[in-house]
């Protein structure tokens, strides 16, 4: 069995949007795949992504048999664009859309994966040889860490772990990688819940303040 998949990630300051042949039976071949520094850009840059890739593939939405996509940890609003954009997409055209950890599709074998969270804190998750998320996710400030190396994803935090991180990012093979078992069968698949991880920064008030009239 070959599927083509568009995947998608937005749960990072870098937006990354491939195309792929997937076989569960073979390695995956990506056929494009575009990863553009967008900061809080990403649902400026997403849509112009998407049709840039389809075009470097030589594809249209049509040709596409499933959909993946990032779901965090990250930041509420980037994750939002990914999620809802993904979810959008795979009900116009009837296609299984699979969410996974976008962490998952970072690195591969052993390793702890750190991605920058803000607020001077990193996401993080631990892997297996196989590759396989043993640990996590989580969120915590990088000297409270204790997790094993060899660490991988973002370097800036190299100093406050007090360790190397090899420099590492969310791939469209990672994605597919991350996604294989939901492709297999797609019936698998759960919902597309975001991992937020944190409470929004916007929250309602709990009681509201009475006017003076005078």
């Not at 991350?178 to 991992?195: F, I």
Request: charged share 20%; with cysteine.
């Amino acid at each position: 069995m070959v599927v083509l998949v568009l995947a998608l990630d937005t749960a990072t300051p870098t937006l990354v949007v491939g195309v792929a042949d997937w076989s569960k039976h073979a390695d995956t071949e990506v056929l494009a795949e575009r990863a553009v520094p967008s900061g809080n850009r990403h649902a400026e840059l997403l849509t112009p992504a998407i049709t840039g890739v389809l075009d470097d593939a030589g594809l249209a939405m049509g040709d596409l048999d499933a959909v993946v996509t990032g779901l965090g940890p990250g930041p509420f609003t980037g994750l939002r664009v990914g999620v809802v954009t993904a979810a959008a997409l795979a009900d116009a055209r009837a296609l299984p859309v699979i969410g996974v950890c976008s962490l998952d599709a970072i690195g591969s074998g052993a390793r702890t994966v750190v991605t920058n969270a803000r607020r001077k804190e990193v996401y993080w998750a631990v892997y297996d040889a196989d590759g396989a998320r043993i640990d996590g996710p989580g969120v915590v400030r990088p000297e409270e860490l204790d997790r094993p190396g060899p660490f991988v994803g973002d370097p800036a935090f190299g100093a406050r772990l007090d360790a190397t991180v090899t420099p590492a990012e969310v791939t469209t093979a990672g994605l597919l990688r991350a996604a294989g078992r939901q492709l297999a069968d797609p019936s698998s698949a759960g919902p597309l819940l975001p991992l937020y991880l944190r409470r929004p920064d916007a929250t309602p008030p709990t009681a509201i303040k009475a006017v003076s009239q005078s």
